[in-house]
């Protein structure tokens, strides 16, 4: 079954903007990990939070994490068209297995 | 070199017919997986190993089997491919802790006709 839900599932800018995605999850977690994936290719890790941890930043990503409403967002900021790509999260719970969600979807425009 | 190899990258088959993935890693982590995309569907994860000699069922387990022939390779088979098994199949790996980042294979995709 999947724990994390991303939402939306399809989301298109124009470059330059600032994309926002959203990952809620059922149960409690020992971290979350946000993945990227050009279309057909394999994932790539993007950034880790631990759930101790409220707010992480790496270049131009930055992700929170509200473990009180099982919620967690990624924002790109200043998009560019390479940015378009799948975006994944992924929950990590008492067990060492992640479980991913279905993906946003993200077009820019140039 | 990339870290995580899977071969082949792309195969069409037939309903009924063996089919072998193959899963090789350079970075010397004891934790492999394989997973299964589909569209719509996400990953789900079908096995993970954690050594040669521990094998365990992800949540799609059903159909496939699996081999850790060394710590780096570790492969996934079909043994009568049917067509809903037409997917995308990642091979991931994972350092000692098993609670950072997963390294992805290219994919192998898989079309059973």
């Known amino acids: 079954s999947q724990q994390g839900e991303e939402d939306p599932q399809a989301l298109s800018i124009q470059e330059g903007e600032n994309a926002t995605m959203n990952c809620s999850y059922k149960?409690?977690?020992?971290?979350l990990q946000w993945y990227r994936q050009n279309s057909g290719r394999g994932l790539v890790h993007l950034i880790l939070?631990?759930?101790?941890?409220r707010e992480k930043h790496s270049g131009r990503l930055r992700v929170t994490l509200d473990t009180s409403k099982k919620s967690s967002s990624l924002l790109i900021t200043a998009s560019r068209a390479a940015d378009t790509a799948s975006y994944f999260c992924?929950?990590?719970?008492?067990?060492?297995?992640?479980?991913f969600g279905k993906g946003t979807k993200l077009t820019v425009n140039p | 070199d990339a870290d995580v190899t899977q071969t082949p990258r792309n195969r069409i088959t037939k309903t009924g017919k063996r089919i072998m993935l193959e899963c090789s890693q350079t970075?010397?982590?004891?934790?492999m997986y394989w997973y299964r995309q589909d569209p719509g569907l996400g990953l789900r994860l079908i096995y993970y190993?954690?050594?040669?000699?521990?094998?365990n069922k992800g949540e799609i387990s059903d159909g496939y089997s699996v081999s850790r022939q060394a710590q780096a390779k570790f492969s996934l088979s079909l043994e009568s491919a049917i067509p809903n098994q037409t997917a995308l199949y990642f091979c991931?790996?994972?350092?000692?802790?098993?609670?950072?980042?997963?390294?992805f294979g290219e994919g192998s995709r898989l079309t059973v006709l």
């Open positions: 190993s954690f050594d040669v000699k521990d094998i």
């Open positions: 991931a790996i994972r350092g000692q802790g098993g609670t950072g980042e997963l390294f």
């Open positions: 970075k010397g982590h004891d934790r």
């Open positions: 992924a929950t990590q719970g008492g067990s060492e297995k992640l479980v």
């Open positions: 939070i631990r759930s101790n941890e």
């Open positions: 149960t409690s977690i020992n971290n």
